[in-house]
């Protein structure tokens, strides 16, 4: 889990807003308006910018209405435009254009999947619409993730900091899951979940089932997060990385980098590009979107360097 930093910018959410709107039906989005106000207090163009603390205090207000109340705004909501048509979340965001979902990914500021960090996401230009494709500006390689449902909360179905651009797969193991985790919670750490490893025997840089990594988790919200996405269990699947750190801490000696700097000043910056250099990852925790695995790297780094553990 790699938290996302907020950080508002005007015209990014201008924009946002224009593409959102446009080419829409004017009497829909009238009628969206009126219900945010009735229901929520605030105008649609409000509720789809509203920063992550505004997202997150609406929600709990939300939480505090009768179920009978909310099971009612939910249909006001989801009636919009032809009756069962969910125009929220069928056409608002089921039609997204591409240049909508890039301020969302550029608002993000990722490079790899903020639930997992071992994918790659990205957006690239598209090279042009094929026959009877609708021209898209954009061909996006990651998915939207509602952190609110949209079927609980159809009202936030295309509120800027309600999508989080993840990796098709943790979308999918989400699927509905609620999160308690929220990413662009200001409250969040670098360090709110650690990576670490035990050995169960001096031979594991020669055989992984002699390596056990464990989760450190900060939080039951972190921890539920996790175990939603199988996250212990798929690092399993990098045991081989933790033999790759430890054999070259071991290889290396605790304070190479350190003297590899001082030896080579022109080609290393500080000890951190020393690390990025010689470990293939950012040491950085600002840099930890850049790079997949770059937190298990760091984490499994520091480990070895105090000597891991043996059990
Ligand atoms: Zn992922």
Redesign the pocket.
Known sequence: MIPLHYEQDKDREEAYLKEIKKGRDKAYLKDIDDKCIRYLGLPFDTVVLLPPDGLMNIQKEYGRKSEKERETIRKEFRSIGKTENQYMEHILYGTMPSAARKIIFDTAKVK????????FIQMVEAKGAEEGEQEEKYKSFFELDHFLDKDTYPMFSVSLYNLIP??P???RVKSTQKFEYYPYDSANGSDDLRFHYVIMGEDFLKDESLIKIELEKRSPEMTRSIDG?YLEKLYEGHKDLVQEIAGKVRFFGDDYLKSVCSQFPDLFRDVEEAYRILYGNYYEAADFPKRPLSKFTRDIYEDSVEGGAIR
């Open positions: 790899t999947c903020p639930y997992c960090n071992r994918n993840v990796c797969s943790c979308n996405l």
